[in-house]
């Protein structure tokens, strides 16, 4: 059984490890530019609506919209959209990174404006009645107070964005889905496409215990 383990490992290890580092890098860049993207479009979302602290009819319904559209895509779909756009970064981790960004900012801000919205109306009119300005009250209230909603709604949007990467390796954007693909079920090398799938649950535990932590 060692023998095996380590005749495989021998074969097949700096792939792995190649294929976990592509994956790395997808998800962490993903994920920065996504919440960079998708916090201040869930921020102006909970600020802009109806019952937020500077409603506005038309921005609201503006973006809203706009978020949808985003989350009604799939990113099977998406990403062979893109295709012409990433042609030039297929083959490396880099090249699935905009349909990963795309796919990903309006989930992200769908979730911030849920944890925001969340927060105690009550605390939010008081802050108002001190003369605290909407950009005050988003720093000092908001934020503050959705925090351990907002982590762990960051674990699902990382583990969210880890299984886009996997879908990524269906046009050899790099990654454990790359991998499997491309040993698993071209060449027949089932042992390795479970041995990626083993990989990507360890990584799901890791993200989810950090942020529960």
Known sequence: ?????????????????????????????????????????????????????????????????????GRSLPF??????????????VGTAKGAIPPLVISAAPFVARMVETSLSEVDAGVVEAAQAMGASP???????????????????????????LAYTAIAGMVGAGGLGDIAIQYGHNRGVTSLMWVTVLFLIIFVQIIQWVFNW
């Open 135 to 161: 950009l005050q009250i988003v720093r000092k209230v908001y934020l503050p107070e959705s925090m351990p909603s907002l982590v762990l709604g960051g674990a699902i949007s990382v583990v969210t964005i």
């Open 1 to 69: 059984m060692l023998e095996t383990i380590s005749a495989f490992w021998a074969q097949y290890g700096d792939v792995l490890i190649e294929g976990s580092w592509e994956t790395l890098l997808m998800v962490s860049i993903s994920t920065v530019l996504s919440y960079v993207i998708g916090v201040p479009l869930g921020v102006a979302l909970i600020v802009t609506q109806p019952q937020g602290i500077r409603p506005h009819r038309v921005v609201y319904g503006v973006l809203g919209w706009i978020v949808n559209i």
């Open 76 to 89: 099977a779909i998406l990403l062979v959209a893109l295709m012409p756009f990433t042609r030039a970064l």
